[in-house]
C-alpha cells in the first residue's frame, strides 16, 4: 500500500483529471430535474385546465414520447452512480 503522501497526490491528481466528468454530471442532472419539473408543470396544466390538449394526435408524438421515463431514469442512476463512485473513491483515500 502507499504511503499517505504518495495516496494524497493519486487523489489530488484523480480529482484534477475528473473535474470535467463531475461537471457534465452535475450539468445532466440538473437537466434531468429540469425536465421532470417541465413535465409535471404541463401535467398540471392539463389538468387544471390552463392547457387545452384536445383535439391533439398523440400518435403524431410517438417515436418522441415512447420511453421517455425510462430514458430519464436510466441517465439519473447513471449520473447518480458515477458520483457515489467518485464518493467512494475519496472516502477510500481520506
Do not use: F, W
Not at 429540469?34 to 383535439?55: M, N, P
Amino acid at each position: 500500500m502507499p504511503d499517505i503522501e504518495e495516496q494524497q497526490q493519486l487523489l489530488d491528481y484523480v480529482r484534477e483529471h475528473t473535474v470535467d466528468l463531475d461537471n457534465a454530471i452535475a450539468k445532466a442532472l440538473k437537466e434531468i430535474d429540469l425536465i421532470r419539473e417541465y413535465r409535471t408543470r404541463l401535467i398540471a396544466d392539463v389538468v387544471t385546465g390552463k392547457l387545452d390538449v384536445r383535439g391533439v394526435d398523440l400518435a403524431a408524438y410517438g417515436d418522441e414520447l415512447a420511453g421517455l421515463d425510462e430514458a430519464l431514469a436510466d441517465e439519473e442512476d447513471v449520473g447518480e452512480q458515477a458520483l457515489e463512485l467518485v464518493d467512494e473513491a475519496e472516502e477510500s483515500v481520506d
